[in-house]
């Protein structure tokens, strides 16, 4: 019978998924083990054969650890809202639902095609209302509790409301924002409602602020850093400009400390760690404040050296710091304004690279150095973020190159104080080798030294003190988009509300465009029926709209990391109505023990779910405040693109081989357009895309068109993506799972080949083959008794591919299983037992044609849960020892002698043989020296 792979897979699919083979129970005796793929998002685009490489490598995990005795949960769902269903819809007018169940569609049938082990009855999709009323809820929690310092934890904002009624703000340590007033308990009683709520909202986890954005207004939303290109939107080049709007923010920043801490508990890749802890961003320092002349003001600024404030030679602002428009002179004023708004075009990314500009203006205001009481003249520059510290800095131009390049440019002084150092020349910043000068406290201390000192001198004036700050800022929440989870939240005199538990979830409300509104509102301003009805409970008509029992709900959704920050708790109880998830089931299954996903998500899923599990912790409600303890990247799968060169014109195209000296633009041609010589098929090619229909093209002497080829990231706009369809179709899928890992390390990146494929499925055909006695019927008891060869190879297999799987090496494990066929079929292994814990650890890998042979070997369930094999060593030593036997130290012949023999048992051996007995020619030996295991030399 011939390995008919797509019968086998089908069959073993079809099985799974009726008899739910790979179900997780909750209520389980076994130890629990959880392997957690990242989610995809599904792209109308499909699955390319980079997509499942850390699928099949989380799934070889997962079946290894029920083999192992563990139950094992698995799951799969979809991160689907986003934004390529809406701007498909904004096209279209396609309801971003219907795209997304269609593309979700398309994902099932090519997960299933690829024999995964997921456990599909906890399916989420972050987009239905099931789901989301959870993200919602979250948000709720996280609305109604507040950062407490003192016991370091989110506590419950009634508490807060507590301390505020019994004795006002004053003594409250809390993660707040900066603009707190302080108030006594009668204070907090007078107060108006309104009042109280704007108050709480400042030490809420999550609030409502105005926050700086990138507004593209042609485009009509706000856009990320990434993706304004030299200040113009990347998407249509629209001119972007900074502005302020009110939008939800997280106080992540609260948890700062405690994120980079976590990272030490966590088995996580390095890269991964060390990007989180740049992007937190801690720095040691402190702040420093300067009173400014001839203002009742002071400007706070935040210095990792404080040792250098007698440097200072000027200070300098943000150009946003709240301070300018108070102190700029009218001398000066205009100059300053120009300057503010030529810099609000930039981007903060494009002002934090650019180190070549400089660029900023005097406001003609003074500040007073702590020390010196000298007057400091007070600059703006865009080198100085808004955002980061306090937004203003003393500038120490021998100490910071920035500060030294901008004394340059504007002619400021540059007084020097450190000691012997030439600043002109000298590498800025040096922190061991500066030697203070100019001070009476600070001369002649080592630098640690003599930060210290600055700022007891600091604190001691009551003008500063240590501090610690962090690049993490709060993280914005709010997204002018239609396809993501709406907030729970209505509005009662511009203040938020929120809807209880029991309406939720509050869902997406139909709209006719899926554009923002003419007025600048976000789409869900098109909705017509979208205004919550606080006596119904439920959601009405815009036109109902009272302002006492009916109100507007919130326009903004929430962006894409929200339903992505908690669904691997989810998952653990994904059709519980009541609660997120029972106490009981997050007791029992805890946290992921294993993730397996790209590291592009480094500082934004992996950032903020750590931050809502650490939320969830403080709260009770998680028993970890890690959610992943092990976290692999896995590699990318690179494609080779095709390119076509075009020569200047724009219509001819000149074959690889005639490009020498010629001005050529390389434009990507669809690989499955070349064949393997990387030749062009030329009529393919102008078919392919109109623009081409009419292209001339010079071509190799002997006719044919050569591409160039390159290696670049598989990506469908790279035209060079591999489908696994075709190739399960040709190969079948335990071809392509075993190809995929055979590849090389899981977390490098690797090429992919196709014509590769051939190697793993002629291995599984020699598999198939090796069971032939058993499928055909020939043999079905197996040999009376297994072979020591064939025990060798089974242990020698058993011990590697082990070793292998718990290091995440499974490319090596395919070269074993290799080894292991060949060497069993030289034997002409038919040994039942042998042939059994082998299919046992080839399942993992290519787990249909190992339901097919384990079936074949004469079993009626499946081999899902059969128990992994035990490696014994004693099968790996050798019982005898071919020993080489000399006389007078001269090896003469060699003897096969079991292991277990005596001294003397070897030595009569020895004697009896005739061979010896020929050598000797009757004479006694003097001695016979006997090494057991090694030599036998006979002297005489
Ligand atoms: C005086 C000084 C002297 C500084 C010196 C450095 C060297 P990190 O390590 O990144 O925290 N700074 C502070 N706030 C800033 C802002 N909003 N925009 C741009 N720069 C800012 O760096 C902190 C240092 O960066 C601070 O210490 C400040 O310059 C500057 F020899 O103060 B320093």
Not at 95 to 100: E, G, L, Q, R, S
Not at 112 to 134: C, H, I
């Amino acid at each position: 019978m011939q390995y008919n792979f797509n019968e086998i897979e089908a069959k073993w699919q079809k099985y799974w998924a009726e008899n739910q083979t790979f179900r997780a129970e909750n209520n389980s005796d076994k130890k629990k083990f959880y392997v957690l793929d990242m989610f995809p998002y599904p792209s109308g685009a499909g699955l390319h054969v980079g997509h499942p490489l850390g699928y099949i490598a989380s799934d070889i995990y997962a079946r290894y650890k029920r083999h192992q005795g563990f139950n094992v949960l698995h799951p799969q769902g979809y991160d689907s809202f986003g934004l390529p269903a809406e701007q498909y819809a904004i096209q279209t007018g396609q309801h971003p639902a219907i795209t997304t169940a269609a593309n979700i569609k398309t994902y099932r049938r090519q997960l299933d095609q690829l024999g995964f082990s997921f456990d599909w009855s906890r399916e989420v999709r972050t987009s239905s209302p099931e789901y989301y009323k959870w993200t919602q809820w979250i948000f709720i929690q996280i609305f109604n509790s507040w950062y407490n310092k003192d016991t370091d934890k989110a506590e419950d904002i009634d508490t807060l409301i507590a301390i505020f009624e019994a004795e006002g703000n004053a003594n409250v340590n809390a993660v707040c924002d900066d603009d707190i007033t302080v108030f006594s308990a009668e204070d907090w009683t007078a107060f108006s409602e309104v009042e109280k709520q704007e108050i709480l909202l400042k030490y809420r986890l999550t609030y409502l602020a105005d926050t700086e954005v990138n507004w593209c207004p042609a485009l009509g939303t706000v856009l990320a850093n990434d993706e304004i290109v030299n200040g113009v939107s990347e998407r249509g080049g629209h001119p972007v400009v900074r502005k302020k709007m009110t939008q939800w923010s997280m106080r992540i920043s609260a948890y700062a400390q405690r994120l980079l801490d976590g990272l030490d508990t966590i088995d996580w890749p390095q890269p991964l760690k060390d990007s989180q802890t740049n992007w937190i961003g801690r720095s040691e320092g402190a702040s420093a404040i300067f009173n400014v002349n001839g203002h009742d003001e002071t400007i706070e600024v935040f210095t990792t050296r404080p040792d250098t404030i007698f440097g200072v030679s000027f200070m300098t602002l943000a150009p946003e710091h709240e301070l300018v428009g108070k102190i700029t002179t009218a001398e000066y004023k205009d100059e300053v304004e120009a300057y503010i708004e030529a810099t609000a075009k930039r981007s903060e990314r494009d002002r934090m690279a650019d180190v070549k500009t400089i660029s900023g203006a005097f406001t003609g205001a003074y500040a007073e150095h702590p020390f010196t009481k000298e007057p400091i003249p007070i600059w703006i520059g865009d080198y100085v973020l808004a955002g980061y510290g306090t937004g203003a800095v003393m500038s120490v131009p021998c100490g910071d190159q920035r500060d030294y390049d901008f004394a340059k440019h504007f002619n400021l002084p540059i007084p020097n104080i450190f000691e012997g150092i030439d600043i002109s020349e000298e590498a800025f910043a040096d922190k061991d080798k500066t030697i203070i000068a100019n001070s009476d406290f600070l001369n002649g201390l080592p630098y640690k030294k003599a930060v210290k000192r600055a700022i007891f001198e600091l604190e001691k004036l009551g003008q500063g003190k240590g501090k610690v700050n962090y690049r993490l800022r709060d993280a914005v929440f709010s997204r002018q988009r239609y396809w993501g989870e709406p907030f729970p939240v209505y509005y009662v005199d511009g203040m938020p509300q929120m809807i209880a538990k029991e309406h939720l979830p509050i869902e997406l409300p139909e709209v006719e465009k899926y554009l923002p509104t003419e007025t600048g509102e976000p789409p869900l301003g098109n909705a017509e029926v979208w205004a919550w009805d606080t006596v119904a409970n439920r959601v009405v008509a815009n036109s109902k709209i009272d302002h006492t029992t009916v109100f507007p709900l919130e326009l903004n959704t929430m962006p894409g990391w929200a339903g992505s920050s908690q669904y691997f708790n989810r998952y653990m109880d994904p059709n519980n109505n009541d609660e997120i998830f029972s106490k009981k089931t997050i007791g029992y299954w805890e946290d992921v023990d294993l993730y397996i996903g790209g590291s592009e998500h480094a500082t934004g899923h992996l950032l903020y779910s750590r931050f809502w599990q650490k939320f969830m912790f403080d709260k009770g409600l998680v028993p970890k405040d890690e959610f992943a303890k092990k976290l692999i990247n896995q590699g990318m799968i690179t494609g080779t693109s095709a390119f076509v060169y075009r020569a200047e014109n724009g219509k001819t195209m000149i074959s690889k081989g005639l490009i020498a000296d010629k001005n050529v633009v390389p434009i990507h041609a669809d690989v499955s357009l070349v064949n393997a010589s990387d030749e062009l098929d030329i009529d393919g090619f102008k078919k392919w895309r109109e623009e081409y229909a009419d292209a001339e093209f010079i071509t190799e002497d002997d006719g044919t068109f050569k591409v160039g080829r390159e290696v670049e990231k598989m990506s469908k706009s790279k035209f060079n993506v591999v489908n696994p369809d075709a190739i399960c179709e040709e190969y079948g899928a335990d071809s392509l799972r075993l190809y995929e890992m055979f590849l090389g390390p899981l977390e490098q990146s690797k090429p992919w080949n196709t014509a590769g494929i051939t190697g793993t499925h002629g291995f599984l055909k020699k598999l198939w083959k090796l069971y032939a006695p058993f499928i055909d019927g020939s043999q079905d008891n197996g040999q009376e008794e297994s072979s020591k060869e064939a025990l060798k190879t089974l242990h020698k297999t058993i011990k590697k591919v082990q070793e292998d799987i718990e290091n995440f090496s499974f490319n090596t494990s395919v070269s074993t299983f290799m080894i292991a066929v060949n060497e069993l079929s030289a034997q002409k292994c038919a040994n039942k037992e042998v042939l059994e814990a082998l299919i046992i650890l080839v399942s993992p890998y290519a787990p249909h044609i190992a339901e097919e042979l384990w079936s074949k070997l004469g079993h009626t369930e499946s081999i899902a849960t059969a128990p992994f094999p035990k490696f014994e060593e004693k099968y790996l030593k050798e019982s005898s020892k071919e020993y080489p036997i000399s006389f007078n130290g001269k090896m003469k012949f060699t003897m096969e002698l079991s292991l277990d023999l005596s001294k003397d048992e070897i030595e009569a051996a020895v004697m009896a043989n005739e061979k010896t007995q020929q050598q000797l020619q009757g004479r006694e030996p003097k001695k016979v020296i006997v090494v057991p295991g090694k030599i036998v030399n006979i002297v005489g």
